[in-house]
């Protein structure tokens, strides 16, 4: 099967914009920038979702993820950041190679995650509440 984007950047096979790289995850410069800085710390190993990602690889990344928020709101001049990780392509999730995507953020720069809230009804929440605490408590 021929190897997704992520994993030949991983491999070196493609280059890319590298911020920091050990072992186990690789943090670049994302190609098409929400705002500038804008990064991406990918585990190297090819999973799709969060849901596959091995123990290890994703404390790493969640540090990563971390450190690189830090230097890219000091060197930008951020006034905050978002983290985002899109799972399944209903998400937005383009490239099917678990990454997180750390977005440095000014008020008023026209970036916006237009969410959409809604509100239970009757028995709905305690129902689902119900439901998903019983599936953790088997895990
Ligand atoms: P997704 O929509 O999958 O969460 O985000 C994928 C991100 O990867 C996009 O923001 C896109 O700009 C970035 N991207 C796709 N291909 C490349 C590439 O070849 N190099 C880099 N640096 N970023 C890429
Ligand atoms: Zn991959």
């Keep these: 099967m021929?190897?997704?984007?992520?994993?030949?950047?991983?491999?070196?096979?493609?280059?890319?914009?590298?911020?920091?790289?050990?072992?186990?995850?690789?943090?670049?410069?994302?190609?098409?920038?929400?705002?500038?800085?804008?990064?991406?710390?990918v585990p190297k190993v090819?999973?799709?979702?969060?849901t596959e990602a091995l123990s290890q690889d994703l404390q790493e990344?969640?540090?990563?993820?971390?450190?690189?928020?830090r230097a890219c709101v000091e060197v930008t001049g951020a006034e905050g950041f978002n983290v985002l990780q899109n799972n399944g392509r209903?998400?937005?999730?383009?490239?099917?190679?678990?990454?997180?995507?750390v977005i440095p953020r000014w008020a008023g720069d026209g970036f916006s995650l237009g969410w959409r809230?809604?509100?239970?009804k009757d028995a709905e929440m305690e129902d689902l509440r119900r439901r998903i605490a019983g599936k953790l408590r088997r895990v």
């Design 90 to 101: 209903c998400s937005g999730q383009e490239v099917p190679h678990l990454h997180f995507h």
């Design 2 to 41: 021929e190897k997704c984007i992520f994993c030949r950047i991983a491999e070196g096979d493609i280059p890319c914009a590298a911020l920091t790289e050990s072992e186990r995850v690789i943090s670049f410069l994302d190609i098409n920038p929400v705002n500038h800085g804008h990064a991406l710390v």
């Design 117 to 120: 809230q809604g509100r239970y």
């Design 61 to 69: 990344s969640v540090l990563t993820v971390q450190k690189v928020a």
């Design 46 to 50: 090819h999973v799709e979702s969060l």
